[in-house]
């Protein structure tokens, strides 16, 4: 069964940085898609953050990670490296695509999601 597997969450301090990974599995191949970083904090909505597509171009979707969250992409893996964390920033980060090679203008609905990795950041 395809798969996909995010890794590096953890409890980091305000100000700090974390990088987080999201790799194919079940035999996905994995560097045809345009993978999309999401997040989704307790009692709030899911939210959109960073796609790239299969040629490595980056969209930001989400205002509050612009100048402070970057997605890069290597043959195995899709790196979020996130700067400059605060509290608002904890949440539940999620990978997912929509099988197609290219980002939207807006995070639209996926067909495969990871089962997510937990961010937390203390004040």
């Known amino acids: 069964q395809v798969d996909l597997v995010e890794s590096g969450g953890e409890l980091v301090q305000a100000g700090g940085s974390l990088r987080l990974s999201c790799a194919g599995a079940g035999g996905l191949i994995f560097e045809y898609y345009a993978i999309s970083w999401f997040r989704q904090a307790p009692g709030k909505e899911r939210e959109g953050l960073l796609c790239?597509?299969?040629?490595?171009?980056g969209t930001t979707y989400a205002d509050s990670v612009k100048g402070r969250f970057t997605i890069s992409r290597d043959e195995t893996k899709v790196s979020l490296q996130m700067n400059s964390l605060t509290p608002e920033d904890t949440a539940t980060y999620y990978c997912a695509t929509d099988m197609l090679d290219y980002c939207s203008d807006v995070p639209g609905p996926m067909d495969l999601w990871g089962k997510g990795t937990l961010v937390t950041v203390s004040s």
């Open positions: 790239i597509s299969m040629n490595g171009d």
